[in-house]
């Protein structure tokens, strides 16, 4: 079974002849307020992103109610330094009975919404509830029993890289395939939370392209617009970003999140990316260049001149627009005479001397 080239999420085509396929993710930006999390529905659909995002898992499917250094994220992390991790997931996680309201708002709004199961009952859940595509995480990758089950509803799967070696992505990607999927998009990313853009390796944007034969995007976690512009210009066809609304609000992911105004600049910008760089290299001019093509320099006459006179400097110049000779005609023509009267602001072409 071969993946395909394009794939199709709902009525978006995602490959590099389209515009990128923007993912808002909510994650757990709704810091535990369902009419939070309606509103952020409300404010991504107002920015021209196409999908709606989240996470769908309570804190007993991702890990066990313990207090021992394991359990504990590492101290001196930037965000969660110290959290236990099973306080950590009861603060960030959507409730599950959330999820078809959320859904119920995004549809309303045009909105593509989806999510990232780490677990069967969560794609039992996720499946009750239409999703379309699923989304797989980043730590998740290696959990190829997971990668199978979303792999044989026969939707499409985004699948994040951040962490893997290529083995562990070539696992992961073959476990999906052998399972039914045939739409797949890879997606790189850096799990860490925040990334700085100098981790961001956004060759692997290409290395993954070539490697699987399969769309690739990003998963981003830097602050601002610059490394999702840039992977766009290098060909990434996805993009999913964090956003809430407002960072000033706090919670757990606010830090790397983008707020909408911010958010619709990222839908405007990557699409000018994208625009900037979709088609083969071709030189010459552009038909929106027609223009200023005709006002190149060239050869004009830029006094009166009678039959016979010479041709200097002060009669002849290199000025716009074009239409004359070209301008390293000038030291062929110097010294010649004119053939004909010539008035001000005639071309000089051949004829004439």
Known sequence: MVFRSSVRIGPHTVDRDHRPFVVAEMSGNHNGDLDRALAIVDAIAATGAQALKMQTYTPDTLTIDADTPPFRVTEGHALW?????????????????????????????????????????????????????????????????????????????????????????????????????????????????????????????????????????????????????????????????????????????SAFSL???????????????????????????TPDEREVLRLRRSLYVVEDVRAGDIVTEQNVRSIRPAGGLSPDAMTTVLGRTFAHDVGRGTPLTWDLI
């Open 259 to 285: 707020n909408p105004d911010e958010l619709e600049l990222l839908v405007d910008e990557v699409e000018q990316a994208w625009q900037a760089t979709i088609g083969p290299p071709e030189l010459g001019p």
């Open 81 to 253: 330094g110290g959290r236990n991790l099973y306080q950590l997931y009861a603060e960030a996680h959507t409730p599950w009975d959330w999820h078809e309201v959320i859904f119920e708002r995004a549809r309303e709004h045009g909105l593509l919404p989806f999510s990232t199961p780490f677990d069967p009952s969560a794609v039992e859940l996720l499946e009750k509830l239409g999703v379309e595509v699923y989304k797989t995480a980043s730590a998740e990758i290696v959990d190829l029993p997971l990668v199978r089950e979303v792999a044989r509803t026969g939707k499409p799967i985004i699948m994040s890289t951040g962490m893997a070696t290529l083995s562990e992505i070539d696992a992961a990607v073959s476990a999906a395939r052998d399972s039914g999927c045939t739409e797949l998009i890879l997606l790189a990313c850096t799990a860490s939370y925040p990334a700085r853009a100098a981790d961001a390796r956004l060759a692997n944007i290409r290395l993954l392209r070539e490697a699987f034969g399969v769309p690739v995007g990003l998963s981003d976690h830097t602050p601002g617009l610059g490394v999702p512009v840039a992977a766009v210009a290098l060909g990434a066809v996805c993009l999913e970003k964090h956003v809430t609304l407002s960072r000033d609000d706090g919670g757990v992911d």
